[in-house]
């Protein structure tokens, strides 16, 4: 090729780039126009290959003209690929703008659920009095639920807690907390305690307005030298005075339970009617609010203690009867019902 063609050549590549450069619609478009003119098989690059063609006085001229054909193409690459990015980025803005005076979406947040707050409330009323709050299993032992608590397999009381079994033998969901006071014992044993035990229940049940398969007990438990039944009477006076007002009038009536000796349940003067009788007090001016009583010889010494040096007392009570009388719910099955309108009440 003589340096004439050469140079034909060299102007006819520099219009073929810029047309195809002008073509190019995309960052990406203009790396194939760099391959095509600059790879190692490109246009320019082959030219190169023809300088050998020349001689030795027209080769640094041909040489020069490819170079600077090289730069010029490498400049207008450039240029173009700065173009075309930034139409992008207008073309993206655009499309992706964003329009910051809208309102924001308010972020909801949801609340505590009801039982949750009471429980808490119980938590915060038993640890002043210096109780901890220990949690134990749902899944017991027929042993341990029953047997343990001075309730043999053909004792009547069984009646009252009709039992949901597991396909283990001997194996069932606690149907109170009460097998938490064994589980405590047998691990403290023979240090002093003073606890109080939450935690979910389940009884084969009617489901009704008054009674849920699944409730939530919180159980207490003081067990030492020298603990009286005046040291009971104190503490449930002080929770019901805390939990339904300073003013709360309280009683203790004798009752039965087969884990103690003796037993009683806990009255608060209705808080709806202050006495006067209505519906939800029956007419009676008083409101059932736990069961309690002196931990039986038996159950301490299931529990590892001695009963001739040992004394202990103990309660039960439902955080769900205590809301109901606290807010006014009038049905049981709203706990589990997850209504919201019911639950965002309690926020
Ligand atoms: N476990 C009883 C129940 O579920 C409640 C109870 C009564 C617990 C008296 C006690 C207690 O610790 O002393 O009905």
Same mark, same amino acid.
């Given at each position: ?5 050469? $140079? ?60 600077? #054909? ?5 400049? $207008? ?83 009252? $807690? ?18 938490? $006071? ?27 307005? =008054? ?75 008083? #409101? ?11 159950? #301490? ?26 807010? =006014? ?11 919201? =309108? ?6």
């Amino acid at each position: 090729m003589s340096l004439r063609e050469l $140079q034909e050549r060299i102007e006819h590549i520099k219009r073929e780039s810029q047309e195809a450069l002008q073509r190019c619609r995309s960052v990406k478009d203009c790396e194939g126009v760099r391959v095509t003119f600059l790879g190692r098989r490109g246009k320019v690059t082959t030219l190169f290959e023809y300088l050998k063609d020349l001689s030795g006085e027209e080769r640094p001229q041909a040489g020069r003209l490819l170079n600077e #054909l090289k730069s010029h193409i490498e400049a $207008q690459l450039e240029a173009r690929a700065y173009q075309l990015k930034a139409q992008e980025l207008e073309e993206q803005l655009q499309k992706e703008r964003l329009d910051v005076t809208l309102p924001g979406r308010a972020y909801r947040l949801g609340t505590l659920h009801v039982i949750t707050q009471t429980l808490r409330e119980i938590y915060r009323i038993f640890q002043q009095m210096g109780f901890e709050v220990y949690q134990t299993r749902e899944v017991e032992t027929d042993e341990m639920n029953f047997q343990l608590l001075n309730i043999p397999p053909d004792h009547p009381a069984r009646e009252m $807690q009709s039992t949901f079994y597991t396909t283990t033998p001997g194996v069932i969901l606690r149907t109170h907390t009460s097998p938490g $006071q064994i589980r405590v014992m047998r691990e403290r044993c023979p240090e002093p305690i003073r606890v109080i035990l939450p935690g979910k229940c389940y009884r084969y049940e009617q489901i009704t307005p =008054r009674s849920e398969i699944q409730f939530t007990q919180v159980e207490g438990l003081a067990v030492g030298r020298g603990v009286r039944m005046s040291d009971l009477k104190g503490v449930l006076t002080e929770f019901a005075r805390q939990m339904f007002g300073p003013e709360t009038a309280v009683k203790l009536r004798g009752s039965y339970f087969p884990f103690t000796e003796p037993s009683v349940e806990l009255d608060i003067r209705c808080i709806l009617c202050e006495g006067r009788g209505c519906r939800v007090c029956k007419g009676t001016g008083w #409101l059932e609010i736990l069961g309690a009583g002196m931990v039986h010889p038996t159950v #301490l010494q299931n529990g590892g203690y001695d009963p001739e040096e040992f004394t202990g007392f103990a309660f039960g009570m439902g955080p769900e009867r205590i809301a109901m009388l606290k807010h =006014r719910i009038e049905d049981i099955r709203l706990f589990l019902g997850n209504d919201l =309108r019911f639950l965002e009440q309690f926020g």
